[in-house]
């Protein structure tokens, strides 16, 4: 999903539980970092910040944005639903659903690390469901993924470029991309629009967010539409959370009433065409948040847990985030020896693309091509400022062994986490 941190430099304030514990010199230490970051923060106000602020890790949490971006796959199951759902507009209704789902993990207020150009995450849920996303952009930040299960029959393709403008003491998240899915047994295609979504108190205060507007939801094969309204949080919390809408046929009657809140829940109802829900029929549950670990630091899911470990045989892509060292030393409480591998890894891209220049090469995305489909840039989900990336479909045919494996006695598993990172270019390490 296009979700807020996939962009944003949010600022987490709080002081952490165990701050007492510190000594004085550490203190001291961080409240500089803070009110230097304040300062830095001020050249900002108005800008597009995902890229222009290098944070500190101790605003991060142990994830890349690749892996917040494969969250949306704890809940594929929905798709799995929709793909053998027989009424149309109940389909919609599970996707809908699915879309709607990994807002429940979007309330995280600790920044993930942004990929390196070439930077890629894979995902197998042991069945039939295989994930793989891959950094293709640096400047501007754009990732694109695919999914499918070819079990149930269905296909997930996203582009993800937000964009952010920084506030002052809040920022603003837009989710432009693209978002797709394909159900084989019915040959129908839907295409996503996202709602806005909006981090306060990213610098003085605590840091909540909110995610408001429409959500739209078309079937480009049928005609069929949902729209969504995710209703911004009022005064004094007044519904926060709230979400509503309408699936309605080609001619625009209206069939199905969801509603719920999209941290929590999805249910649906059939109604008339002016939206009542009819008399004789029950609230349908389409999806319902799984609840979150007691006492975890940074708030993940049992799932985003699942995500930064490797539990399948043999080893991901050395280009992998569950590689990076800087994500791995946070993961273990490292804080400084993760500042000092996330301040070489960036200093690397940089070299990178300055070689890159002077040698006149360009930067070839290994899992992901261009896409002509006219859909791309179909109705209000035009893209005129994003490449259309679409998935070439080479990584299970042919994986060159320098892709996978850096040393051939490993057996995978703990030990690829933070060894062995190689998204480069020019390997000269």
């Known amino acids: 999903m296009l979700g807020w941190a996939e962009a944003v430099a949010e600022v987490e304030v709080e002081e952490y539980e165990g701050e007492e514990e510190a000594n004085e010199t550490e203190r001291d230490a961080d409240v500089e970092e803070r009110l230097g970051l304040l300062q830095l923060a001020k050249r900002y106000v108005g800008s597009d910040v995902q890229s222009l602020m290098s944070i500190p890790v101790w605003l991060m949490e142990p994830f890349t944005n690749l892996q917040k971006m494969a969250e949306i796959m704890e809940y594929s199951h929905l798709l799995d639903k929709a793909a053998t759902c027989e009424d149309e507009f109940e389909r919609m209704a599970w996707v809908a659903a699915f879309f709607v789902s990994p807002y429940a993990a979007n309330e995280r ?57 920084f506030l002052g003491n809040s920022v603003e998240v837009y989710p432009h991309g693209r978002s797709r899915v394909r159900l084989e047994r019915t040959g129908e295609l839907f295409w996503l629009r996202p709602p806005n979504s909006k981090a306060h108190n990213v610098l003085v205060g605590r840091t909540w967010v909110d995610s408001y507007g429409e959500m739209v939801l078309k079937n480009v094969t049928t005609g069929s539409e949902c729209i969504m309204t995710f209703s911004p949080c009022g005064w004094f919390g007044a519904g926060r959370y709230d979400l509503k809408g309408y699936i309605s046929d080609k001619e625009g009657r209206k069939r199905l009433l969801l509603t719920g809140r999209w941290n929590q829940d999805t249910y649906c109802v059939a109604c008339n065409e002016e939206g009542e829900p009819l008399p004789e029929e029950e609230y349908k549950p389409l999806w319902i948040a799984k609840p979150l670990p007691a006492g975890d630091v940074y708030g993940f899911t049992e799932f985003a847990h699942e995500l930064n470990a490797w539990a399948q045989e043999g080893e991901p892509l050395l280009s992998d985030s569950r590689r990076r060292p800087d994500r791995e030393f946070l993961a273990r409480g490292l804080s400084a020896e993760a500042q000092s591998e996330k301040v070489r890894i960036e200093e690397k891209q940089r070299a990178e693309r300055k070689e890159r220049e002077g040698r006149g090469d360009k930067w070839t995305p290994r899992w992901f091509g261009w896409d002509s489909d006219p859909l791309v840039f179909d109705g209000e989900c035009a893209l005129e400022l994003v490449d259309p990336w679409m998935w070439n479909g080479s990584f299970r045919k042919k994986v060159s062994p320098e892709h996978r494996r850096d040393d051939a006695a490993s057996e995978g598993g703990d030990e690829v986490l933070g060894a062995s990172f190689c998204p480069w270019q020019y390997n000269d390490e």
């Open 109 to 165: 207020t600790y920044k993930p690390f942004n990929p390196i150009l070439g930077e890629t995450f894979e995902y197998y849920d042991g069945n039939a469901l295989f994930y793989l996303a891959e950094q293709v952009s640096h400047h501007p930040p754009v990732a694109a993924a695919h999914a499918e299960n070819k079990g149930s029959g269905w296909v997930y393709d996203i582009v993800s470029a937000p964009q952010s403008k």
